[in-house]
Nanobody, 129 residues
Framework: QVQLVESGGGLVQTGGSLRLDCAASGRNSNTYAMGWFRQAPGKEREFVARITWGTRMRYYAASVQGRFTISRDDNAGNTVHLQMNSLKPGDTAVYFC?????????????????????WGQGTQVTVSS
């Protein structure tokens, strides 16, 4: 049974920083990608960032490009981090970590929630103005 646990959310002022962590347990082989999504009240879940496991290719949503950085922890199995800088009120949402063991058939790979097999419970990020 694969489980993902996120941590690091909280309340921060505009312009501040937070780091989210996600640790996956239960299976540490054949990972294709891990990613971060977020969901604000009344809105659909949206892609934030992802990293492919073998090639370490990173891809970001336009709204966070240049402010957020996704990274993987080579010393801790399936673990990813999301460093969020220059936070804005529009970044307020529940952030979810996701993992997939399947290859992508999309041109822009691993940016759709449907491509992921496992999800964390989510962590709240609130940015005050």
């Amino acid at each position: 049974q694969v489980q993902l646990v996120e941590s690091g959310g909280g309340l921060v002022q505009t312009g501040g920083s937070l780091r989210l962590d996600c640790a996956a347990s239960g299976r540490n082989s054949n990972t294709y990608a891990m990613g971060w999504f977020r969901q604000a009240p009344g809105k659909e879940r949206e892609f934030v960032a992802r990293i492919t496991w073998g090639t370490r290719m990173r891809y970001y949503a336009a709204s966070v490009q240049g402010r957020f950085t996704i990274s993987r922890d080579d010393n801790a199995g399936n673990t990813v981090h999301l460093q969020m800088n220059s936070l804005k009120p529009g970044d307020t949402a529940v952030y979810f970590c996701a993992l997939t063991y399947r290859p992508s058939g999309r041109i822009v790979a691993f940016t759709s929630p449907n491509e992921y097999d496992y999800w964390g419970q989510g962590t709240q990020v609130t940015v005050s103005s």
